[in-house]
């Protein structure tokens, strides 16, 4: 075979690959271009999904308000039943408070009683001090008169009624009381619940008729004995002349 | 006018084929021609030829791509003429180098019979090209079908004339092993 049978052979050739040769070379794509379809689809899909995010994201941000919306209700209901046990608590602390107080002036109050039914029976007693005394000086005006009138034992027993009504007065207030003569010894003998003489009295003790007797001497005698028993504190008063000791262990010897 | 309307106007017998080709194809077919010939006068009257041949031939033959058929006319009668007016005479174009090119794909250049069929030669060849890939086909097709200067390929391949050379070194060598694995005789 000749190089010209083959030049001849070659112009045989497919009509496709002629006309393709005489279209040129196809111009070179930059490498950058290869990849242009793929990063538009890239974009594209970027976009749409940026553009879905977007669109959804409003939908998620009102459902998400919604719920904190229903959270917050919800929330709003336990702080609004929290505020009313609050407020029921705060009411309740108040009351108890106030009751607190009500009570603590309860007792101020009642210790206000106290302390004025005690200036009451003090003053009661003082009372029936000055009615002795009073009676003991019309007895003694009496007796100075040297006349013993039926009007002055009308008078007296009136006055011994008072003592009697005075000695009931002073027993509803917790206190007894008499006035008695002894040996021609008048005194006073008082009985009270209260043991106001442990605190207020100051004086002597002495142990008279087998008993711890706290006693207020005036002159060389014994103007007051306080002591205690199974009724209270008894206190017995000298109207006259001060009790000499064996006075006041005979005095307390027959009221025991 | 596309190739359709030119094919109708060869069918009808209307001579605006001609024309219609000249106008369309002359310049193409010009080309080939003068590659082959390297010679104004030769390739006009080549390219003369080929309307007539083409005139001839349609119908019966219809072309499948019209371009490629009047290029594969003006081609043979190119190397027709080349061989009857200048017997052999090399240095008109490119066709003296395209024979000692492809000279080094046949055992015995100077051998005075083609003893393969031209069929199983034709075959063996477009399987080449097929296997071959685009830019490389494009540029042995360029080379040795229109017998374009390597420099001319070059430029419009935008590289060196030497990469050119270097493929089609390389193609020619594929060429001939393909060849001989058909067993041609080469």
Redesign the interface.
């Known amino acids: 075979?000749?190089?010209?049978?083959?030049?001849?052979?070659?112009?045989?050739?497919?009509?496709?690959?002629?006309?393709?040769?005489?279209s040129?070379?196809?111009p070179?794509t930059q490498r950058w271009r290869r990849y242009t379809g793929w990063i538009i689809t890239a974009a594209a899909a970027v976009l749409v999904i940026l553009i879905s995010v977007k669109l959804l994201r409003p939908v998620r941000k009102s459902e998400q308000l919604s719920s904190a919306n229903a959270v917050a209700e919800n929330r709003t209901e336990k702080e609004k039943t929290a505020g009313a046990d609050y407020d029921l608590m705060k009411a309740e602390a108040e009351e108890a408070a106030d009751y607190d107080v009500a009570e603590e002036a309860g007792v101020e109050e009642a210790a206000g009683y106290d302390v004025a039914e005690k200036a009451a029976v003090e003053e009661a007693a003082d009372y029936d001090i000055a009615e002795e005394a009073a009676v003991e000086e019309d007895a003694a005006y009496e007796a100075a008169a040297g006349a013993m009138t039926g009007d002055h034992a009308a008078f007296s027993a009136s006055a011994g009624t008072a003592a009697d009504d005075d000695t009931a007065f002073m027993a509803a207030a917790g206190t007894e009381s008499g006035a008695n003569e002894v040996s021609g010894q008048r005194y006073t003998f008082e009985i009270s619940s209260t043991r106001e003489a442990d605190t207020a009295e100051q004086g002597e003790w002495l142990d008279l008729a087998g008993k711890h007797i706290l006693i207020e001497k005036e002159g060389g005698g014994i103007r007051r004995a306080r002591w205690e028993n199974e009724s209270g504190i008894c206190t017995l008063t000298a109207e006259g002349e001060p009790f000499t000791r064996e006075e006041l262990e005979q005095l307390i010897g027959e009221l025991a | 006018m596309d190739d359709r309307e030119i094919i109708e106007l060869y069918l009808s017998r209307k001579e605006q084929a001609v024309t219609e080709s000249d106008a369309k194809y002359g310049r193409?077919c010009g080309r080939i021609a003068y590659n082959i010939l390297g010679d104004i006068e030769d390739t006009e009257e080549c390219v003369s030829d080929t309307w007539l041949r083409a005139w001839n031939a349609i119908p019966p033959t219809i072309?499948?791509?019209l371009?490629?058929?009047f290029?594969?006319i003006t081609?043979?009668l190119s190397?027709n003429r080349l061989?009857k007016e200048h017997a052999r005479k090399r240095g008109s174009g490119e066709?003296g180098a395209?024979?000692?090119e492809?000279?080094e794909?046949?055992?015995?250049?100077?051998?005075?019979a083609?003893?393969?069929d031209?069929v199983v030669?034709?075959d063996t060849?477009?399987a080449f090209?097929k296997d071959l890939p685009?830019?490389n086909?494009?540029i042995f097709?360029?080379r040795?079908?229109?017998m374009d200067p390597v420099s001319q390929i070059a430029l419009?391949?935008?590289c060196g004339e030497s990469r050119i050379k270097m493929i089609l070194l390389r193609a020619r060598k594929e060429l001939a092993k393909r060849l001989m694995k058909e067993g041609?005789?080469?």
């Open positions: 075979m000749k190089s010209e049978d083959l030049l001849r052979a070659i112009g045989d050739i497919d009509e496709s690959y002629i006309a393709e040769a005489d040129g070379p196809v070179k | 193409y072309p499948k791509i371009k490629a058929f290029g594969k081609r043979n190397l061989e066709t395209v024979l000692d492809l000279a794909c046949v055992a015995d250049p100077r051998a005075e083609w003893s393969a031209s030669l034709r060849i477009n090209l685009a830019e086909r494009r097709i360029r040795y079908w229109y419009d391949e935008r041609i005789e080469i």
